[in-house]
């Protein structure tokens, strides 16, 4: 019973944090019909949604483990680096990532290309119309 009741105000706790936090950018891309929103907090966490599914999010579960996700940027690399990084609990572990690069197409626009889940950071951008680059759209 007592048990029942730590994990239920744990997962309250984790829910209210994420939706009090101040989204810092909203950003919107389509592949083929399907809608991807990337939401970054100001305190460098994301969550990345496939339509209405979240895919990556800020305090998730994941293999039966709580996890954090982290948001890292490197803009003196070029091309651009953009990791989404998800972390156990105590951000001392590295559960999984999506290494990516990204280009800023002016204030609104953003073109980003990841991995998804080989470990290899992308190089280019090449060659163009490739499925795993994201046009993303700035809201």
């Not at 994301?46 to 209405?52: C, G, I, W, Y």
């Not at 039966?64 to 996700?69: A, P």
């Given at each position: 019973m007592m048990r029942s009741l730590l994990l239920f105000l744990l997962l309250i706790s984790l829910a209210h944090s994420i939706y009090s936090q101040k989204s810092f950018e909203q950003w919107k891309a389509?592949?083929?019909?399907?809608?991807?929103?990337?939401?970054?907090?100001?305190?460098s966490t994301?969550?990345?949604?496939?339509?209405?599914d979240t895919l990556v999010g800020n305090h998730m579960i994941y293999n039966?483990?709580?996890?954090?996700?982290k948001i890292n940027v490197d803009t003196l690399s070029k091309p651009h680096k953009l990791d989404l990084v998800i972390y156990d609990a105590n951000m001392t572990t590295v559960v999984f990532q999506y290494l990516g690069i990204f280009e800023m197409l002016g204030k609104q626009k953003m073109r980003v290309r990841f991995d998804f889940g080989?470990?290899?950071r992308p190089e280019h951008f090449?060659?163009?119309g490739n499925p795993e680059t994201l046009l993303f759209i700035k809201q």
């Open positions: 389509s592949q083929k019909g399907t809608y991807f929103y990337l939401n970054i907090f100001d305190d994301f969550v990345l949604l496939k339509s209405k039966n483990e709580i996890t954090k996700s080989e470990g290899k090449q060659p163009l």
